[in-house]
């Protein structure tokens, strides 16, 4: 087994990607199960492959661009088994020029999951873990996930929740069980109160509450916001000021792929123009790199 140490040139790429998902493994094993992922292909329009660690690695490289690779275990609310963070760390290891493993790990598993998270970080250098609340059905704020969160801030590693609505059910029935609220940004609030070193990532644009998500960022300034799974031509006005202006140091650069690209995302970005060509170096890059530690 291979630790993961990153070998990122700052200099020689040109962003960092803080949102890619793992969503197949090299045992053809897929992170959702069908109706899940058949229903969210249809949400997202993605009807085409999905790419395994090593495309994505080269997928990034051809760009210039870094990458932070996760996925989600959810085994306990799907019924499902999880890809392995630690062969996503494994292959992140073996492409530490431009890829950056976070874990994830099923909070609902208890003691086991607090176990795994530590073996994660301990044994195969993981710098943050993924949390999906609604997919992996779980109220961030309850007390039950404290140790998670104690051993996480213990490990200085990050952790990045899902916020806001999510593809992951729509259109099944009774949106497959899954419940919205679990990923209000209002419920990361306590936990950013109660660990104030830990570095908390509230993931896409919170519709519809970009203004709690705003709300916090400027109240607990151990938490940031990254800007994946929607076309900046559909970003909400506050989040575009805020991210110009009193939240550019905290603002980071994400695309949701495979679902939504890093070429579509520049794309849109550059032809709305809605970002001050001087904040978009921290958006980009260098937010990211300081927030992981790789410098910048």
């Known amino acids: ?16 990607d803080v949102h890619v998902h793992i969503e197949v493994d090299d045992h053809g094993h897929a992170s959702l199960p069908p109706d899940i992922a058949e229903a969210a292909s249809a949400y997202f329009r993605a009807d085409g492959p999905r790419p395994d660690l090593e495309s994505i690695a080269d997928y990034y490289r051809e760009r210039k661009m870094a990458a932070v690779v996760f996925t989600v275990d959810a085994q306990t609310q799907l019924g499902h088994p999880a890809l392995s963070s630690a062969e996503i760390a494994e292959g992140a290891a073996r492409n530490s020029d431009v890829l950056i493993p976070f874990g994830s790990v099923d909070p609902r598993a208890g003691a086991e999951a607090v176990d795994r998270a530590q ?9 943050g ?5 609604t997919v992996q059905g779980f109220d961030p704020s309850d007390e039950a996930y404290l140790p998670l969160y104690e051993v996480l801030e213990e490990a200085g590693v990050v952790a990045l929740f899902h916020t806001g609505q999510t ?9 497959r069980g899954f419940l919205l609220g679990m990923s209000n940004p209002m419920l990361l609030d306590p936990v950013a109160a109660r660990f104030p070193d830990l570095q908390i990532i509230m993931a896409h644009p919170s519709v519809p509450w970009q203004d709690e998500a705003l709300a916090v960022a400027t109240h607990k300034h151990n938490t940031w916001i990254d800007l994946s799974g929607w076309s900046p031509k559909y970003f ?15 603002v980071l650069f994400g695309s949701d792929f495979p679902l939504l690209t890093p070429d579509r995302w520049m794309k849109d970005a550059d032809s709305t123009g809605s970002f001050k060509p001087e904040v978009m ?16």
């Open 281 to 296: 170096p921290g958006i980009l890059k260098h937010n990211a790199a300081r927030l992981l530690g790789l410098g910048g």
């Open 119 to 127: 073996r994660l970080i301990d044994e195969n250098g993981v710098r």
């Open 167 to 175: 593809g992951i059910g729509a259109g099944m029935r009774g949106g």
């Open 129 to 133: 873990f993924k949390f999906h609340p």
């Open 236 to 250: 909400p006005e506050s989040l575009v000021r805020a991210a110009n202006s009193y939240l550019k140091n905290r």
């Open 1 to 16: 087994m291979t630790r993961y140490e990153p070998r990122i040139d700052l200099d020689a790429i040109t962003a960092i």
